[in-house]
């Protein structure tokens, strides 16, 4: 069983920068590739990013490529999502998520049903 809790979100100006923190229990958490989900009003929850568990290598949306970057630290139990240059549209809540599923393709953690436990979400707000 693993938890996640979300923070670090809030209100910045287009331009701005934030970075959201998602801790999480349990001592399997470096087994898990760890991605990142956005859902704004109206709209599909969205892959955002995902690092993988052993290669640590990171595939992002084409929305954020180049603006947002995920990393994590298995001694703290967290995984982050530095986002850059933000965007109105970068609007929504965000969420973090874990699987344990590790030799499959890309294409396999950008499908959130794909994906074991959830977070509550944290909200970024961008204004313009």
């Known amino acids: 069983q693993v938890q996640l809790v979300e923070s670090g979100g809030g209100l910045v100006q287009a331009g701005g920068s934030l970075r959201l923190s998602c801790a999480a229990s349990g001592r399997t958490f470096s087994s898990y590739a760890m991605g990142w989900f956005r859902q704004a009003p109206g709209k599909e929850r969205e892959f955002v990013a995902i690092i993988r568990v052993r290669s640590g290598r990171t595939y992002y949306a084409d929305s954020v490529e180049g603006r947002f970057t995920i990393s994590r630290d298995n001694a703290e139990n967290t995984v982050y999502l530095q986002m850059n240059s933000l965007k109105p549209e970068d609007t929504a809540v965000y969420y973090c998520?874990?699987?344990?599923?590790?030799?499959?393709?890309?294409?396999?953690?950008?499908?959130?049903?794909?994906?074991?436990?959830w977070g509550p979400g944290t909200q970024v707000t961008v204004s313009s």
């Open positions: 998520a874990a699987t344990n599923k590790v030799n499959v393709a890309t294409n396999y953690y950008t499908q959130r049903g794909n994906y074991d436990y």
